[in-house]
């Protein structure tokens, strides 16, 4: 069964300091790997979505990596800035072509 | 471009009662789906629905039941609330490639007492 993890459960860093986010799987059998962000009291929203063959994927600040072979992504936040507090979830489409979510990363960037 | 919405946005109910929780897409999307978010957790298909006509189980459907009244709408409907189905309740939709995110909506808070 695949599980997915996401250490630290909270992480709070300095303004404009460069950090990142991990996420891991147990089972290479993946479509896609997603990170989404979540902002208290709203739903989720989608930042970038990596394909099973690719590596990374960039978006204006952030850029996201992806392992396979190790089960491991990385969200890598350049600059951070206070609006970048929120929760980032990750997930993986499953071999069942289902979203299977990791518990998400509390993020705090203090000014 | 409303995109995801759900109603209500918060629910109280007594262990027992009954409710049904609303969801519209405006995106033209086959794929729909209701997820549960509890604390230290994350999120839980509790049902989807592949395209129009169609439902499946997920990881947690006990105690659930849905409907996907057309492509637009799916709702969920809790028959005999308890407690342990206090959560907040996401509904999403989007597509089934390797390519296709899910768009979600804003959630609803549920507790029951």
């Known amino acids: 069964k695949q599980e997915v993890t996401q250490i630290p459960a909270a992480l709070s860093v300095p303004e404009g300091e460069n950090l990142v986010l991990n996420c891991s799987f147990t089972?290479?059998?993946?479509?896609?790997l997603q990170w989404f962000r979540q902002d208290p009291g709203k739903g989720l929203t989608s930042l970038l979505l990596i394909q099973s063959s690719q590596r990374e994927q960039t978006s204006g600040r952030l850029n996201a990596s992806l392992d396979k072979s190790s089960g491991r992504s990385t969200l890598y936040i350049a600059a951070s800035q206070p609006g970048d507090s929120a929760t980032y979830l990750c997930?993986?489409?499953?071999?069942?072509?289902?979203?299977?979510w990791g518990a998400g990363t509390k993020l705090i960037i203090k000014p | 471009n409303a995109g995801v919405t759900q109603t209500p946005k918060f629910q109280v109910l007594k262990t027992g009662q009954s409710m049904t929780l609303q969801c519209a897409q405006d995106?033209?999307?086959?794929?729909m789906y209701w997820y549960r978010q509890d604390p230290g957790m994350g999120l839980r298909l509790i049902y989807y629905?592949?395209?129009?006509?169609?439902?499946d189980k997920g990881e947690v459907p006990n105690g659930y039941n849905v409907s996907r009244l057309n492509k637009r709408e799916f709702s969920l409907r809790l028959e005999s609330a308890a407690p342990s189905q206090t959560s907040v309740y996401f509904c999403?939709?989007?597509?089934?490639?390797?390519?296709?995110?899910?768009?979600f909506g804003p959630g609803t808070r549920l507790t029951v007492l």
């Open positions: 997930a993986v489409r499953d071999s069942n072509y289902q979203l299977i």
């Open positions: 999403a939709s989007g597509g089934q490639g390797v390519t296709d995110t899910q768009y």
């Open positions: 995106m033209n999307h086959n794929s």
């Open positions: 629905s592949a395209s129009e006509g169609t439902t």
């Open positions: 089972d290479s059998a993946i479509y896609n």
